[in-house]
């Protein structure tokens, strides 16, 4: 039967006092009721005493004792604590059913959720345990302004933590559990810049210095030219993101180009292990892009096609894909053995940044090559000073009139 049709013969059956609404309303009821006893955690006894227990959960003491002289008395107890919960759950309640729809639905990624349950149990774990009912616009903004001086928070850290925010009190409003607006909330709020940490480093410590850019592909082609290796040459010569570089299939590296649409992704599973997948879509949207490759690294390339000319995938090692720790570690092992400063996979990519801003080339061009929506972030995240104190001195020399 179609749902109109149902819908029209249900209509008629109530009209004519054919459907007892009474009667209905209260087998309803008694089912909701059934439900909710069935998902009670905790076992329902009789005691030699002859009284019914059972636990119901507690945020101080994990759990508390309940005691009634019959079952049904017992019964009604776990129905209306459990009823009383689906009213009024706890903030963090709420964020599950928030992160849970956005992972079902496709909009997160597992990793996404991982790090997004990650910032929730570093700041939220004790605001968590409110009942959303009970949080008042100004209990938001004083715990705001509180745990960015706890926690240290930088501005990045307080806009993972507000997208937390803006989830979990948006999908309140939704549900009636609360009747104010937390855009409204948060837009009104004054944070001084200064409550922030800045997470500021120096330049060397976020790109590799000429010199030592120089020393580590000297170091890699005089050693063993594995596709590891090979990679990460590839890497300084492209810029290309860690995941990405990881993620080249056969078809994605040309003789003059590499073209990039995926990404390798990194999450736990259920059981707590480490995950590593191919996303077949990169970071941002302008991540997609064709990224070209210099003449005089052309060498780079036929030389990963001659050890891999059959592969899936462009790095691969005993028939399996290599994931992006692998090149990693190996960046770690030649910094160690050159005596340079350790620094991860991304610096590369933030070397090969500063080196376009320096070369003067157009800033459409930049933008392209690195997958960025606008030369900003390029400035403004990736370009630093690259010169060693040596080169400095020598520059400084140089000058006229000091």
């Given at each position: 039967m179609e749902r109109k049709e149902l819908n029209d013969v249900l209509q008629y059956a109530l009209e004519n006092g054919m459907i007892d609404v009474k009667y209905v309303q209260e087998q309803i009821a008694l089912n909701k009721r059934k439900e909710l006893i069935e998902k009670h955690p905790y076992s329902i006894w009789k005691g030699k005493?002859?009284?019914?227990?059972?636990?119901?959960?507690?945020?101080?003491?994990?759990?508390?004792?309940?005691?009634?002289?019959?079952?049904?008395?017992?019964?009604?107890?776990?129905?209306?604590?459990?009823?009383?919960?689906?009213?009024?759950p706890?903030?963090?309640?709420?964020?599950?059913?928030w992160i849970t729809g956005k992972l079902s639905r496709e909009e997160i990624s597992v990793a996404t959720k991982n790090r997004y349950d990650r910032k929730f149990s570093e700041c939220m774990e004790v605001f968590g345990r409110r009942k959303i009912k009970s949080v008042s616009e100004y209990e938001i903004e004083d715990f705001i302004l509180n745990i960015i001086h706890e926690k240290n928070l930088t501005a990045k850290g307080y806009s993972n933590l507000?997208?937390?925010?803006?989830?979990?009190?948006?999908?309140?409003?939704?549900?009636?559990?609360?009747?104010?607006?937390?855009?409204?909330?948060?837009?009104?709020?004054?944070?001084s810049r200064k409550a922030f940490r800045r997470n500021q480093q120096?330049?060397?410590?976020?790109?590799?210095?000429?010199?030592?850019?120089?020393?580590?592909?000297?170091?890699?082609?005089?050693?063993q030219l594995d596709l590891i290796n090979l990679?990460?040459?590839?890497?300084?010569?492209t810029g290309v993101r860690p995941g990405e570089l990881a993620a080249l299939k056969k078809e994605d590296l040309l003789d003059r180009s590499v073209d990039v649409h995926r990404t390798e992704i990194h999450?736990?599973?259920?059981?707590?292990?480490?995950?590593?997948?191919?996303?077949?879509?990169?970071?941002?949207?302008a991540g997609i892009?064709?990224?070209?490759?210099?003449?005089?690294?052309?060498?780079?390339?036929?030389?990963?096609?001659?050890?891999?000319?059959?592969?899936?995938?462009?790095?691969?090692?005993?028939?399996k894909r290599i994931r992006t720790y692998s090149f990693t570690w190996r960046l770690?092992?030649?910094?160690?053995?050159?005596?340079?400063?350790?620094?991860?996979?991304?610096?590369?990519r933030k070397t090969y940044g500063t080196i376009l801003l320096d070369s003067g080339a157009e800033e459409s061009f930049i933008i392209s090559q690195m997958g960025h929506t606008d030369i900003k972030t390029t400035k403004n995240y990736y370009y630093k000073d690259r010169k060693s104190m040596r080169q400095k001195i020598e520059a400084i020399d140089q000058v006229a009139g000091l």
């Open positions: 005493e002859g009284l019914w227990h059972t636990y119901l959960p507690d945020a101080e003491k994990k759990r508390i004792h309940k005691r009634s002289s019959t079952r049904q008395g017992i019964e009604d107890i776990v129905a209306d604590y459990w009823k009383a919960q689906m009213e009024n706890t903030v963090k309640d709420v964020y599950e059913q507000r997208t937390l925010i803006y989830g979990i009190f948006k999908l309140a409003k939704k549900k009636k559990y609360i009747d104010f607006s937390i855009t409204e909330v948060i837009s009104d709020m004054e944070i120096p330049d060397e410590a976020l790109v590799f210095s000429e010199e030592e850019t120089d020393q580590i592909i000297q170091y890699i082609i005089s050693s990679g990460l040459l590839l890497a300084f010569k999450y736990q599973n259920e059981d707590g292990e480490n995950v590593y997948e191919v996303r077949d879509f990169p970071k941002t949207e892009r064709t990224v070209l490759i210099p003449k005089q690294a052309l060498w780079i390339v036929k030389e990963i096609k001659r050890q891999n000319p059959f592969g899936e995938y462009v790095f691969m090692k005993n028939g770690k092992s030649i910094c160690q053995k050159l005596d340079i400063p350790i620094r991860s996979l991304n610096k590369i």
